[in-house]
């Protein structure tokens, strides 16, 4: 497909395991970003790639949240020793070009369900 | 501190009449809109968006009004439709700042 592609849709973890949760932008987009979605929420942003760079992971809420994209493409976002409050929707976007009045296009999501 | 908000949890309009979708900011920095829809168990889906420098803009039904002194914008879609039941989010970035932040949302139902 042409969308941003988002694995797994479900994932369900007890508490204190660790996961991670994979992105497939869109061909040849270079900018992603990742974002959580609470219950009644609106996304709120966790970090952001150009290209293989991680620019900006001022988002993300604690040093158990990590993300890579090492070669420019697909990204992970791992999430180490996990707790209830880390229970959200993950979304990857991405975008054509960097910064300012570029869209960016959603995946569907990863829900995040921790017991 | 939110610096988008939609004031409004949900609205009901009836189809075939105008719905208007309210927002406002507190960031003067922020000189890029976006409007997003979503579906359930869906992702946001980009519907429009306008930049700072103009007041309006238009794509088919959808209009999104700007008044930049009043840090307010508006997304009119006219004439509604069933298939424009969703929520949608009010977004907003600032020049030379990549992330997009967003408000909460407003259900929007359109009634048969």
């Known amino acids: 497909g042409a969308g941003v592609s988002q694995s797994p849709r479900y994932k369900v973890a007890k508490r204190g395991q660790d996961v991670a949760l994979r992105c497939d932008p869109i061909s040849g987009h270079v900018s992603l970003f990742w974002y959580q979605q609470a219950l009644g929420q609106g996304p709120e942003f966790l970090t952001y790639?150009?290209?293989?760079?991680?620019?900006?992971k001022s988002g993300l809420p604690s040093d158990r949240f990590f993300a890579e994209r090492p070669e420019g493409s697909v990204s992970t976002l791992k999430i180490q020793r996990t707790q209830q409050e880390d229970s959200a929707v993950y979304l990857c976007?991405?975008?054509?070009?960097?910064?300012?009045?570029?869209?960016?296009?959603f995946g569907d999501g990863t829900r995040l369900s921790i017991l | 501190d939110q610096q988008v908000k939609q004031n409004s949890p949900s609205l009901s309009v009836q189809e075939g009449r105008i719905s208007i979708l309210n927002c406002d900011y507190t960031?003067?920095?922020?000189?890029?809109f976006l409007w997003y829809k979503k579906y359930p168990a869906e992702g946001p889906t980009f519907l429009i968006s306008i930049s700072s420098i103009k007041d309006k803009n238009e794509d088919g039904r959808f209009t999104v009004f700007l008044n930049k002194s009043a840090k307010h914008l508006s997304l009119h879609i006219v004439p509604s439709q069933p298939g424009d039941s969703a929520v949608y989010f009010c977004a907003a970035s600032a020049l030379g700042d990549d992330k997009i932040i967003f408000g909460k949302g407003t259900r929007l139902h359109i009634l048969p």
């Open positions: 976007a991405s975008s054509l070009a960097r910064g300012g009045l570029q869209p960016q296009h």
């Open positions: 790639f150009q290209n293989e760079a991680q620019l900006d």
């Open positions: 960031n003067s920095m922020f000189d890029y």
